[in-house]
Structure formats: C-alpha cells, structure tokens
C-alpha cells in the first residue's frame, strides 16, 4: 500500500483499516524509514512557513532563516526521535493493560497514529485555523491510538482508554522535556556564538 493510500484510510476509514495494518509484515525501519519520517516533514515545513509568515506580518526580521531552518530540522528529529521511544514505551505498557509484548505492534500503533498530526501540521502556519486544525488532530491521534491499540497490541476494548491515556501523558512530558532542554542547549550556544563573536570583533 502506498504512502498516500495509507495516510488517507487510517484518516477516513481507521476502523477497517486498523485491521489491515495488523496483518501486515513490516519491520520497524520500514515503518519509519517508508511513512513516519516522510510525514514528519510536513509540520516542519509548515514552522518554517509559519516563522515566515508571523515575521513578515510584524513587520520584523526575526531570528533569521538560519535559525528557523535549524529549529526545524531539530524539531523534526526530536520528534521522530520521541516517536521511537513512544513504540518502546507503548510495548511495555501493553501487558498491564492485558494487550501482548509485540515490539513491532506498538510501533505500528504509534507510528499510524501520528497520522493526523503530521498532516494538520502543514497548516500550522493559518492563523487560528492552525491551532483549531492542531487541537483536534491531537484528539483524533488520540482516538487512532485507541484503535491502534485493541488492533495491534491486543488491548482489550475496556481498557484501551486507560492505555491511551497513560501512553499521551507519557508522550506529552516525554517531547516538552526533551525538546525543552535541546532548546535550551540550542539557543545557549547560539548566545555563546554571538557573545564569542562581539567579544572578537568589538
């Protein structure tokens, strides 16, 4: 199934597609390698414009494109980064929500369910509509993993809700931990640069 064939059912058809990625024979590098780090790429694109178009807006140079551009590669590898951990942490939780230990069956869960975020992602730059568009593409990642799971990692129906719960808080302080300290790391030695440099040339 092609790239765009699966990104369209999991979004309009995710109950009968859910089913088909069970039976499917993948391995983890094919999952990223041919669909999450493809996808992944559309919310960056989507910063890029979005820092663009804000500091045209105002009327203001920015931070520069150097910086826009780093910040989005950066972005997009601590996500696919946080993205491979969440596989992990979703198979070790899949037996206490009596699902079974299946590396490659969380991964699929995690993977497919990053779907309609990537996608909303493009459009993170339309003032308003992005953040509507953002919000409920979280929710409806939510309600694939939810899918995701009863159909991957066999979680029983009654107790995916607690499995999708506890796996989104875990993803949530996971990505604003790292990233936040990568952030932080990022703009410390763009000031210690730019510091080296006046101390240089004052």
């Not at 942490?89 to 497919?112: C, I, R």
């Not at 996608?119 to 919000?135: D, R």
């Not at 993803?171 to 030695?189: E, F, Q, R």
Request: charged content about 5%; overall charge neutral; cysteine-free.
């Amino acid at each position: 199934m092609s790239l765009i064939d699966r990104a369209k059912n999991i979004l309009l058809s995710p109950q009968t597609e859910w089913p088909k990625v069970d039976g499917e024979t993948n391995t983890v590098g094919g999952l990223f390698t041919g669909y999450a780090m493809i996808l992944a790429i559309l919310p960056a694109i989507g910063s890029v414009i979005s820092s663009v178009a804000i500091s045209g807006a105002l009327g203001v140079p920015g931070l520069g494109m150097g910086f826009v551009l780093v910040s989005a590669v950066v972005s997009y590898v601590i996500s696919l980064g946080v993205l491979y951990l969440m596989g992990i942490v979703a198979n070790a939780l899949a037996p206490s929500f009596d699902g079974k230990k299946d590396q490659l069956a969380a991964m699929k869960t995690v993977v497919y369910s990053g779907t309609p975020i990537w996608v909303a992602g493009l459009l993170s730059w339309i003032p308003i509509l992005g953040w509507l568009l953002a919000l409920a593409a979280f929710g409806y990642a939510g309600y694939q993993i939810y899918l995701g799971s009863q159909a991957t990692s066999k979680v029983p129906q009654d107790k995916a809700v607690g499995f999708t719960i506890v796996l989104i808080l875990i993803w949530i302080v996971t990505y604003l931990v790292i990233s936040g300290i990568i952030t932080a790391m990022l703009i410390g030695s763009m000031f210690t640069g730019a510091m080296g440099a006046a101390a240089l040339y004052g």
